[in-house]
C-alpha cells in the first residue's frame, strides 16, 4: 500500500475537489464513496474502486486488515484488486473532504453511470421522476426507499440535488447500483415515453388508500416546502393523490411521503 504523506498530493487535492464539485463530478464521471459501509455496500454490487484511500486512524483498529481483506476478496482475486490504487493517508490528510473530519474512515473513488436514452425508459416496472428535491440526504433516502420497494428507475429532475454528492450517496446506502438512473431534459420528455398511469403526490389529490394502485407507472415527488410544480400539478395526464393526514399537520418531507406512498401501492399489490 502507498503512503500519502503530502496535503499537496496531486490525488488527495483532486479527491477533495471530486467530493466538493458536482460539475466535476460529471465530467469524469466519478464519484467519490465516503465510510466503510457505503464502499462495502458498492463493491458487493460489483463496483471496481479506482482508488480507495485508507486514513492511518482507521488502519489502527482491530477489525481494519480483516475488512481490508474482505473487500479485495469481493473484487474476484488479485486481478481486480491490483486494478484499483489502495493508498494510506498519514495523520489528518483525510480533513477537508467532506463527511469525513471527524470520521476517520476510508475513501474511494468510483466511476458512475447515468442513462439517457428516453427510448429506452422501463414500461413494466415502476419508475420515480424527483421534481426539484433540493435535499441531498432526502434525495438520497428517497433513492434508499424506491429501492427497497422494487422501483425500477429514478430520474431527477430540473433543480434537484446532485445525485452523486457525498451526502446524496451516503443517504442511499448502496441504492445507486440497484437503480437505473436516468438523465432527461424535462418531465415532459418523461411522459411522452409513458404509456401507463403517471401519478404525483400533493396534499390536494384523492386519498391513496382510495386509489387504485396496482398498475405500475410513473411517480412525482415535489420540492420540500413548494411541492409539485404548477406545470406537474395541472398536467393533464397527472393524477394527484394524497396521505390523509391531521388537519394541523401541514405535509411530509418527500421521502417520508414516498415511502408511505410506495407501501400503500404494495400493499394493494398483495391483496
Not at 32 to 48: C, K, N, P
Not at 103 to 108: K, L, S
Not at 126 to 133: N, R, S, T
Not at 224 to 234: H, K, N, P, V, Y
Request: glycine content about 8%; some cysteine; charged content about 20%.
Amino acid at each position: 500500500m502507498d503512503v500519502i504523506r503530502s496535503r499537496s498530493n496531486e490525488l488527495v487535492q483532486g479527491v477533495r475537489k471530486l467530493a466538493h464539485d458536482a460539475a466535476l463530478r460529471r465530467s469524469q464521471g466519478r464519484c467519490v464513496l465516503l465510510g466503510e459501509r457505503l464502499i462495502q455496500d458498492w463493491l458487493a454490487l460489483g463496483a471496481v474502486p479506482s482508488q480507495v484511500l485508507i486514513p492511518q486512524q482507521w488502519l489502527a483498529r482491530p477489525e481494519a486488515q480483516r475488512v481490508l481483506l474482505s473487500w479485495q476478496a469481493q473484487l474476484g482475486g488479485l486481478d481486480r484488486a491490483r486494478s484499483c490504487a489502495w493508498l494510506l493517508l498519514e495523520g489528518t490528510l483525510a480533513d477537508g473532504i467532506p463527511g469525513l473530519v471527524t470520521d476517520a474512515a476510508p475513501i474511494a473513488v468510483a466511476a458512475f453511470h447515468e442513462l439517457e436514452d428516453i427510448e429506452s425508459l422501463p414500461q413494466d416496472g415502476d419508475i420515480l421522476f424527483f421534481d426539484g428535491i433540493q435535499d441531498p440526504g432526502n434525495l438520497g433516502t428517497c433513492l434508499r426507499t424506491a429501492a427497497a420497494f422494487g422501483v425500477k428507475a429514478c430520474i431527477p429532475g430540473p433543480g434537484c440535488a446532485d445525485l452523486w454528492s457525498p451526502k446524496t450517496l451516503r443517504a442511499a446506502m448502496g441504492a445507486h447500483q440497484r437503480l437505473s438512473l436516468w438523465s432527461v431534459r424535462s418531465f415532459e420528455s418523461v411522459v411522452e415515453r409513458m404509456s401507463g398511469p403517471i401519478r404525483a403526490a400533493d396534499t390536494h389529490g384523492l386519498a391513496a388508500h382510495e386509489s387504485d394502485l396496482r398498475v405500475p407507472g410513473l411517480w412525482v415527488l415535489g420540492a420540500e416546502g413548494r411541492g409539485l410544480s404548477a406545470t406537474i400539478r395541472q398536467h393533464p395526464r397527472v393524477s394527484l393523490h394524497a396521505i390523509p393526514m391531521q388537519s394541523h399537520t401541514e405535509s411530509l418531507n418527500a421521502a417520508m411521503a414516498q415511502g408511505i406512498l410506495l407501501y400503500e401501492q404494495y400493499r394493494q399489490r398483495q391483496l
